[in-house]
């Protein structure tokens, strides 16, 4: 199997940037999702685009630990990416990512979340803090599934449901 890494990238990318707008369809969960971000300190755009490349990144965690290729995102299990998100150190997950990025944005957050990581101290903390609303997103999307065990397709589905597919749906915007 070639595994391509990059465009493995690019899917999970765009698994993290339609997870808080599949989450807010009840648009009261983007209000406390809010409060909490103010309550930590973090401001908000930065704390959810984080939450975008953290979830892009335990997507991706997963998908190289299972040798799942791009193609193959769909059956991966929102339950292992949220174990995941909460689960693997932050090393972990900045394991075997790609050596250049094509979207800007990705490297910025990437390098963002990669200063957090070794910083240590509050960085840390608001790091474990983003990690539970990762898995409080995919938790949410996981009881909204009528399958029993769902997975990241069913995050594209719902998404180009709502007409969000063709990769916009930044929550902030």
């Known amino acids: 199997m070639t595994f391509d890494h990059d465009m493995l990238w690019r899917r999970c990318g765009h698994l993290g940037r339609l997870l808080?707008?599949?989450?807010?369809?009840?648009?009261?969960?983007?209000?406390?999702?809010?409060?909490?971000?103010?309550?930590?300190?973090?401001?908000?755009?930065?704390?959810?685009?984080?939450?975008?490349?953290?979830?892009?990144?335990?997507?991706?965690?997963?998908?190289?630990?299972?040798?799942?290729?791009?193609?193959?995102?769909?059956?991966?299990?929102?339950?292992?990416?949220?174990?995941?998100?909460?689960?693997?150190?932050?090393f972990e997950l900045l394991a075997g990512l790609p050596d250049t990025f094509a979207d800007g944005r990705d490297e910025l957050a990437v390098k963002?979340?990669?200063?957090?990581?070794?910083?240590?101290?509050?960085?840390?903390?608001?790091?474990?803090?983003?990690?539970?609303?990762?898995?409080?997103?995919?938790?949410v999307l996981a009881e909204r599934s009528r399958m029993p065990s769902p997975r990241c397709g069913h995050v594209f589905f719902r998404a180009a449901a709502m007409g969000l597919s063709s990769g916009q749906g930044n929550s902030t915007s």
């Open 112 to 139: 963002v979340f990669r200063l957090y990581a070794y910083r240590g101290g509050q960085y840390s903390r608001r790091l474990f803090q983003l990690s539970s609303e990762v898995h409080r997103a995919l938790g």
């Open 20 to 90: 808080l707008p599949v989450v807010d369809e009840e648009e009261w969960r983007r209000a406390r999702r809010h409060e909490r971000l103010g309550a930590w300190g973090i401001d908000i755009v930065e704390g959810e685009r984080l939450i975008e490349v953290f979830a892009t990144l335990a997507a991706h965690a997963v998908a190289v630990d299972t040798s799942v290729s791009a193609a193959e995102l769909d059956v991966l299990p929102l339950s292992a990416v949220a174990d995941a998100a909460t689960g693997k150190c932050d």
